[in-house]
């Protein structure tokens, strides 16, 4: 079975800047894809960013140019780095992982989630 573990959430003023991490352990032979999404109170979970196969990236538009999301192979680590952030980017934050375990089983496993608040 795979973990994941965020941590970095936290209280921000907005205009400020957080960084999120993800570590993964476990049976990995191989990450296909890891993500981060988000929930807000009342609303649905939405796609944040994606990183495919380790270089191919994704974001929603309404972080496009101010997050940016990256991996460390070495370390089973996907990072989301928010900029610029807004109240309207207060959520829990959810990271993903869709890999391929030493079985040869593929696994789509969530974390626990962080939350992330930005203060107006």
């Known amino acids: 079975q795979v973990q994941l573990v965020e941590s970095g959430g936290g209280l921000v003023q907005a205009g400020g800047s957080l960084r999120l991490s993800c570590a993964l352990s476990g049976s990995i032979f191989s990450i296909n894809a890891m993500g981060w999404y988000r929930q807000a109170p009342g609303k649905q979970r939405e796609r944040v960013a994606v990183?495919?196969?380790?270089?191919?990236?994704n974001y929603a538009d309404s972080v496009k140019g101010r997050f940016s999301i990256s991996g460390d192979n070495a370390k089973n680590t996907v990072y989301l780095q928010m900029n610029s952030l807004k109240p309207e980017d207060t959520a829990v934050y959810y990271c993903n992982a869709l890999i391929l375990d030493h079985a040869g089983v593929i696994q789509y496993s969530w974390g626990q989630g962080t939350q992330v608040t930005v203060s107006s």
């Open positions: 990183i495919i196969s380790g270089n191919s990236t």
